[in-house]
């Protein structure tokens, strides 16, 4: 492995995609990826979510098979079908939690998979640890390290297999500002000894101080591939957003007109939070005011999640207030939030909103089984009810006896819903509602969100689609890194800011 | 058809009746009405039990206590019963320290969160013990007469315990039905955290169901007390397990969420039935356990295979574009 540098390009790259398709379903989510990567060189790949960014990298690192196109290694077409097979070609992917076994030791950590005798793996491993500058114990447990450290280790076990080719997934998102600083150096000194690294990131900063080269993702096509010194993050930014994003701005009659007789203002909140923080986020400070749609934009990972789950209470360790109708509730749990007329739908619905082995109307009435008598369920009622909301929100089903868990996504999705709304809430907070679901199912959803405004309720949307947000929203606030970094209103609100803000390139607006 | 080959109840209900068939056509003896009663009143213990213990695994919980529950609860009764006191109220204790002692369970696993296979193993050594330590080790015999009456009762030819048997089957379907406490169990087995999302009060449930396992389990130890007329040592030693075989058998799941009472119930009366059918076919007695665990086995692979057939059919069916027409039949 001898140093070759970055600018003799004219050499066969070390890792060349041609015209990659990437199927799912019946949909395309790879259209022909052209990507390359040179010895010595870090190539970073951006886009956002559900570009086909880490579908690429599953297929680079072996996870999932080339349905078209060609995958070749220093000139040599090479078929990936496992992890391993990338492996033994001298790809490894760093992934952004670390696979860690923290009963065993470092050094078994790193040996684990490898046929080495302790000794030579030893004598193997302690040159690489010096070289990276990885000041550890061998025989600490695998429990007691730091991120930072597993991820070291990571690139370690890398280092054994090899490897020409290292991935690194986001690699910064739980580092401190000095950790990440010092994983740079070191992937420069990688770099030095001519391994090619591939950066995925969704910090612009950051892919523009360690990248040589970017490729910008869009719907499963590159659209871009510049060397960093020619490009600026705005470029990277308009590269991102689909092509007639100008045009999104055209909102829909309805909401303006809404947004137009209701001044802000002059209402009451009926949800306000104030300076709350969690470890996934920090001061966090809005107010939601009855009939309106409030957007909580952002990357996956920025804390819009954890935010929601700190309001309801299930964040035991959250800090700050929240009102809910101006009186503050101190004990929050979900239970007392419903009391309260404040409602969750989960963004992970299969783990946390719905009984997928029971009959779809357990979950439609399980929060207002007390309604529907003291001791005994009053059936006919529940049926009444069930069968309500199966006309409204437009489910599909054989009859409300159906077992949840043979429902489509969306079908799942609305029977969430009507168990959230049921209990006639005041507030409801909608983690990415539409994740997963088809377009028309999507529509409905929609629908819905528009008519619980229309009566009053206050909305507080969180999507990683950040079309659906301003297209939906009233008002977006954008969250960073745990930080609620942008407001936007009115004209303000279109898509090429609440992207820029999302990337962390808010400028001159509040913080 | 479909419903019918999903239900498990049906699947066990079914081979329960080609055994029977088998074994009357190798000896009609075994046709007889009387053998038939026999096998129900030798189930009784068991289908209590395990009807105490569909509670705890619909929630998704495991309570390995409930044959030391049954065994504790004997002995108050045995030896209340010596002491004098009057039938009636030596039931009442019986049941009231089952009762106490499955609440101390559901203490544990849901106040001190202690996971449920610990805190049950550990309460069952500390009830077993505890019938040792009240009784210094010896058998409780000489039990008086009315204790005993009761099982000798009958109606239409049906032993006493029988029939209230049947009224708890009766009550605890009706309860699964129609309770919302009952709606409570398979909401929090099905998703713990979806439960407590949606608000429900999961700790409560869970608390009640550790507690009605108590409460069955004392209600069996009545009914086996008066049935064999003394109360010894080894009392319901390894119902236990029987009881988590017998709702497996009848298709409560191990993964919470699923199960109706009808099926624990059907499952200990096969795990039983299978004992006295042995005997009618003339296998010696020490095949008996061998035997119940492969039928165990057979059935939960079989049903596995069928609702996986059925499964792979909806799915294939979906991806035809034939979501579930409504009120098609198949």
């Not at chain 1, 002059?266 to 306000?272: G, Q, T, W």
Request: glycine fraction near 10%; charged fraction near 20%; proline fraction near 4%.
């Amino acid at each position: 492995m001898t140093s070759t540098l970055a600018g003799q390009a004219a050499t066969e790259p070390l890792l060349e995609l041609r015209g990659v398709w990437k199927v799912f379903a019946g949909v395309p989510v790879l259209r022909g990826i052209d990507f390359d990567l040179q010895r010595g060189e870090i190539h970073a790949l951006l886009g956002g979510n559900g570009s086909g960014k880490s579908t690429t990298m599953k297929i680079i690192s072996g996870a999932y098979s080339i349905d078209e196109g060609t995958l070749r290694l220093e000139g040599k077409v090479v078929r990936l079908d496992s992890p391993r097979s990338a492996h033994e070609q001298g790809i490894y992917m760093v992934p952004q939690e670390p696979h860690i076994f923290p009963h065993l030791s470092v050094i078994e950590n790193l040996g684990i998979g490898l046929r080495m005798n302790p000794e030579e793996l030893r004598s193997r491993v302690e040159p690489l640890l010096s070289d990276l500058g990885f000041d550890v114990d061998l025989d600490e447990q695998g429990a007691f390290l730091s991120i930072a450290q597993q991820q070291l280790l990571e690139i370690t076990r890398g280092l054994l297999h090899n490897a020409s080719v290292l991935i690194f997934d986001e690699p910064t998102s739980a580092l401190t500002f000095r950790e990440a600083k010092q994983l740079f150096e070191r992937m420069r000194r990688l770099t030095a000894q001519g391994i090619g690294i591939i950066f995925i990131s969704h910090r612009m900063g950051e892919v523009m101080e360690i990248s040589d080269r970017i490729s910008v993702l869009r719907d499963g096509t590159v659209v871009l591939n510049d060397l960093t010194e020619n490009l600026s993050p705005h470029d990277l930014v308009k590269a991102m957003l689909p092509p007639d994003a100008s045009d999104v701005k055209s909102r829909e009659l309805s909401k303006t007109e809404i947004a137009g007789d209701r001044g802000v203002g002059d209402r009451k909140p009926v949800l306000e939070i104030a300076n709350l923080s969690s470890e996934a986020f920090s001061n966090a400070s809005f107010k939601l005011y009855p009939g309106e749609v409030l957007g909580l934009a952002g990357l996956v990972g920025s804390g819009r999640t954890e935010l929601c789950e700190a309001v309801v209470g299930l964040d035991m360790h959250s800090r700050g207030s929240v009102f809910i109708g101006g009186s503050e509730l101190r004990r929050r749990s979900p239970a007392v939030c419903r009391r309260h007329g404040l409602v969750y739908v989960p963004e992970d619905r299969h783990a946390h909103g719905i009984f997928l082995d029971l009959p779809s109307i357990y979950t439609i009435t399980a929060g207002i089984l007390d309604r529907l008598g003291e001791i005994f369920i009053d059936s006919t009622k529940e049926k009444d009810i069930g069968e309500g909301f199966v006309e409204s929100l437009n489910i599909k089903l054989n009859s409300i006896w159906q077992l949840a868990g043979t429902l489509s996504g969306g079908n799942q999705q609305k029977v969430v819903l009507a168990g959230a709304l049921a209990t006639n809430p005041r507030v409801v907070l909608l983690d990415e509602p539409t994740r997963g679901i088809d377009a028309s199912a999507r529509q409905d959803v929609y629908r819905l969100i528009r008519s619980l405004t229309a009566s009053g309720v206050g909305v507080l949307l969180i999507s990683s689609e950040l079309e659906e947000v301003v297209d939906l929203s009233d008002r977006v606030l954008v969250m960073h890194k745990g930080r609620i970094v942008a407001e936007f209103s009115g004209d303000e609100l279109d898509l090429d800011r609440v992207t820029e803000a999302s990337f962390g390139l808010a400028e001159g607006v509040a913080s | 058809m479909k419903r019918i080959l999903r239900s498990r109840e049906a699947l066990v209900t079914f081979l329960l009746i080609a055994l029977i068939g088998i074994t009357g056509t190798f000896n009609p003896n075994f046709f007889k009405f009387d053998s038939i009663v026999e096998i129900f009143n030798a189930s009784l213990t068991l289908v209590l039990i395990s009807l105490g213990e569909m509670f705890v695994i619909l929630t998704r919980g495991i309570d390995v206590s409930v044959g030391a529950i049954a065994g504790l609860s004997a002995v108050v009764l045995g030896t209340t019963l010596n002491m004098g006191w009057p039938v009636w109220a030596a039931v009442i204790a019986a049941v009231m320290t089952g009762t106490l002692a499955g609440a101390f369970n559901a203490f544990g696993i849901t106040m001190l969160r202690v996971p449920p296979i610990i805190m049950t193993l550990g309460t069952l050594g500390i009830y077993r013990g505890l019938m040792r330590i009240i009784t210094g080790g010896s058998w409780i015999e000489n039990l008086p007469q009315n204790i005993k009456e009761p099982n000798l009762w009958g109606f239409l030819g049906v032993p006493f315990f029988v029939w209230v048997t049947l009224a708890l089957l009766m009550a605890t379907t009706f309860i699964t039905l129609r309770a919302r406490i009952a709606r409570y169990f398979y909401a929090v087995g099905d998703n713990e955290e979806g439960a407590y999302l949606l608000g429900l009060p999961v700790r409560g449930t869970q608390f009640a169901a550790y507690t009605l396992a108590g409460t069955f389990a004392a209600l069996a130890a009545v009914v086996f007390t008066s049935q064999i007329g003394f109360v010894s040592m080894n009392a319901a030693d390894g119902f236990e397990l029987k009881a988590i075989a017998a709702n497996v058998l009848g298709g409560v799941s191990l993964t919470g969420g699923v199960g109706t009472p009808l099926g624990a119930a059907i499952g200990a009366l096969f795990l039983t039935a299978v004992h006295s059918m042995l005997i009618f076919l003339g296998v010696p007695g020490i095949w008996d356990n061998a035997f119940a665990g492969m039928i165990l086995l057979a059935v939960v692979y079989v049903d596995y295979r069928v609702r996986q057939a059925l499964e792979s059919q909806r799915r294939q069916a979906r991806i035809r574009g034939e979501v579930h027409n409504p009120g098609g039949s198949s």
